[in-house]
């Protein structure tokens, strides 16, 4: 994908989180970042193969909670409900981030679909935010 491409399919992405979902975008070095509902967010669109141009989004959920197994449940349950994406744990010594990450096909969809799939991703992840951070 050459860089044009990938700049127009990131700045449609923006746009459509601006307009549907109320989101300040700021673009960063090759992603777009923004909050959404808490979570640090990261959207980057990636050619991964001739007609294959994908947004990979992730998503900072949860940092520096305490690594017990309370939390390993609660990201397991919430892991089981998401319907787009998978969170994973990242422990360090005694502390842990929860992170989502979400990688779907992006070419050829017209701008509401493309705001319906981010929109759909991003209140799953609002969703498993709640019950992780105090």
């Known amino acids: 994908m050459s860089d044009d491409v990938t700049a127009d399919l990131e700045a449609r992405a923006g746009a459509c989180l601006a307009h549907y979902g109320n989101v300040d975008v700021r673009v960063e070095e090759s992603a777009l970042g923004f909050e959404y509902e808490g979570a640090l967010c990261s ?76 929109l759909l991703v991003l209140s799953g992840a609002g969703r498993a935010r709640q019950g992780l951070v105090p």
């Open 43 to 118: 959207l980057r669109a990636v050619n991964l193969a001739p007609g294959l141009d994908v947004l990979t989004l992730t998503a900072v959920l949860a940092w520096d909670r305490p690594l017990k197994p309370q939390l390993h449940k609660r990201v397991a349950d919430r892991n089981n409900a998401l319907q787009f994406g998978s969170l994973t744990l990242i422990g360090r010594d005694k502390l842990a981030d929860v992170i989502l990450r979400y990688t779907f096909p992006a070419a050829g969809l017209e701008d509401e679909a493309l705001a319906t799939m981010l």
